[in-house]
């Protein structure tokens, strides 16, 4: 398996096994404004994308992303699955080419905007927007204009993408379930957001240990090694 | 709460194993998936015309399989999108290389998993265009939906669409002609009593004894107002005035209507609701061309129904009246 797709393959397993690490809090933030089913959604999601890329044989990073994207579609269905599922299915062309700093940052672009074009939400409407926003624009700018290495704009990136996460709880939501409930909506934390946020969170630890095991000399041929870790802007 | 069904979670797929066992020279399943199509799609030299949507509203969608129709259905789980992976699979099985359209109830849901899946198919080189049935003038922005809800003028769209279709017009006319209907229809509806999803085993929302919910959504949604039982006429009066507001048509006017029951409701009760429509209308100046009495997109075990006007011209009489053999449909 290329030492790239081995290290995404690694990123899924981990994200779905901190989405169900956090699945009964997802469900809690969901219950209170949505129709609790997130927390299990994600999760079941996510297991089943992390079986199906551990089944590729030497897969490349699109092919690890867009099978994993097609599979969110598949399991989890509703909105959320055209969302999380659809969007990575999309932005894993731009990783065609492999992933490098470049490539990183026109997956995240795209990622975005097909999240915006399918839920037609923008910064303050209380979704996952509101952390996915911040978070690939601090990506970008921290490669393109701040020339930083890769897995440091990652960081800088989930750090936007947690205040973004904090933005969303005193703001009233207008898009998807939770904007049915108007003002009661204020005061919550939004679960699309906050799964956003743990998903970038695990690609960044992928992404660093993976640089890691790539700077030390003897490292295991099987092991997985990315360079930069920019697969990390996957979400 | 007794029902004819065996696990809740096997109803979706012995539902459409029963259908397909009930109609196997007309439709037939693609394997693994929730889709039904034409038993001889793709239709060569022919757009496709697709729906699909939560279960729970038979006969839609797959009920208006067929010449004339619909090429291909895909079943969600009860009241439950379809995924676009499945959606995608029926784009391909039933393109014969001239385009497909999309018809799409109102639903976020719907909406996100047939633009995803309709993208992803350009993505193959087929061509796809997309019509939004938001044909409910009861509410704006509802527990699934932002906008209006897509209910029973869906059906008016499928036939006049799959008419076109059939004519052999391109994808650019037959999304016309759904576009068409959908800027000329208005639906609203009433419950009696809750829907039962196989799933819960009892009501989705309580409604008293001597209660009706005006407005009411085709998954229990809630309506404008919850108000004392009344007798049919002042119910058919309630939901024609609502739909005929909103309609705004010049006197004169052809229509066609639809009063459709929620799955519930005796025909007895529909034909003493559509006798009060057609007179309303008639105070109104208006004409009717056609008059529809059944249940054509229902809410599992809901007793009530809905009542749908659309403003005909030449061309949509033409295609409502063509040809159509389907199970739930057929026009000779």
Known sequence: MSDEGAAVVAAVQAIAERLEAERSYLTDLDSAIGDADHGGNMARGWSAAAEKVADLDDPDPATVVK????????????????????????????????????????????????????????????????????????????????????????????????????????????????????????????????????????????????????????????????????????? | MKKLINDPDDVVDEMLDGMVAAYPDRVRRLSDTNVLVREDAPVGGKVGVVSGGGSGHEPTHAGYLGEGMLDGAAAGEVFTSPTADELEEMVAAVDSGEGVLLVVKNYEGDVMNFETAGEMVEMEGTEVAEVVVNDDVAVEDSLYTSGRRGVCGTILVHKAAGAKAAEGADLDEVQRVAQKVVDNVGTMGMALTSCVTPEKGEPTFDLGEDEIELGIGIHGEPGVERTDIMDADAITEELTESVLDDLDLDEGQEVVTIVNGMGGTPQMELFVVNRKLQELLGDHGLETWDAWVGDYMTSLDMAGCSITVCAVDDELQELLGAPADTPALTVR
């Open chain 1, 67 to 235: 099978t994993a994207g097609k599979t969110l579609l598949s399991e989890v269905g509703g909105a959320s699955g055209p969302l999380y599922g659809g969007s990575l299915v999309f932005a894993s062309q731009e990783l065609d080419g492999g992933i490098t700093a470049d490539t990183a940052v026109a997956f995240a672009e795209t990622y975005l905007e097909k999240v915006q074009d399918r839920g037609d939400a923008r910064v303050g409407d209380k979704t996952m927007v509101d952390a996915l926003v911040p978070a690939v624009h601090t990506f970008k700018k921290s490669v393109e204009t701040d020339d930083l290495p890769p897995v440091e704009a990652l960081a800088k990136a989930v750090a936007a993408a947690e205040r973004g996460v904090d933005f969303t709880v005193p703001i009233r939501a207008s898009k998807g379930r939770a904007s049915y409930l108007g003002w009661r909506s204020v005061g919550h934390q939004d679960p699309g957001a906050t799964s956003t946020l743990y998903i970038m969170e695990e690609l960044l630890d992928a992404a660093t240990e993976h640089v890691d095991v790539a700077e030390t000399p003897a490292v295991d041929a099987t092991s997985p090694t990315i360079p930069d870790g920019e697969e990390a802007a996957e979400d």
